[in-house]
């Protein structure tokens, strides 16, 4: 006679906690990666949106952008507003030159500091001020990103020095 032995297949606590332990890890390794690669990629897209809006302040400089009453405006100026770190603005100068245009970055994205101001003077887009490389730093989450405009005007972007 063949006697039947029963067996209890599964797995003991210990087992499954060590499973959930492991699990739990690799979840929060995974979700701390991709929080930083979304904060990268608002950075590098609200550096793009500077640039962009650097490139059109320099557009109408060079084009004599009109106001709403018809006149030329002597200048074009982009500023970073010190009340609201992530709004910018681009305006006409002189004061009395009425154009105005006013932005906010999106996705959370700051500038890091003061109030920014480049001007750029018509007919010709030459920078104000001149002779130096602006470094505007833009921050979120823990990480920076840079727009860079050298003394010629031309606009790039990249990792911060």
Do not use: W
Not at 34 to 49: F, G, H, K, P, W
Not at 55 to 76: F, H, I, M, P, W
Not at 119 to 129: G, L, R, S, V, W
């Amino acid at each position: 006679m063949k006697i039947k032995i029963k067996t209890k297949k599964g797995f003991t606590l210990l087992e499954v906690m060590a499973v959930m332990g492991i699990v739990a890890v690799m979840t929060a390794v995974a979700l701390s990666a991709i929080v930083n690669s979304r904060n990268r990629t608002e950075l590098e897209s609200a550096a793009n949106e500077v640039m962009a809006a650097i490139r059109e302040t320099q557009n109408y400089a060079l084009t004599g952008k009109r106001d709403g009453s018809n006149d030329v405006c002597t200048g074009y100026k982009f500023t970073s507003d010190v009340a609201e770190s992530n709004r910018y603005v681009i305006s006409g100068e002189p004061s009395t030159c009425n154009f105005f245009v006013g932005q906010k970055l999106s996705g959370g994205v700051t500038f890091s500091g003061g109030s920014l101001s480049i001007e750029f003077t018509t007919p010709h887009a030459d920078m104000i001020p001149s002779g130096t490389t602006i470094i505007i730093t833009l921050i979120k989450g823990g990480h920076n990103y840079c727009v860079f405009i050298n003394n010629a005007g031309l606009i790039t972007k990249g990792q911060c020095p």
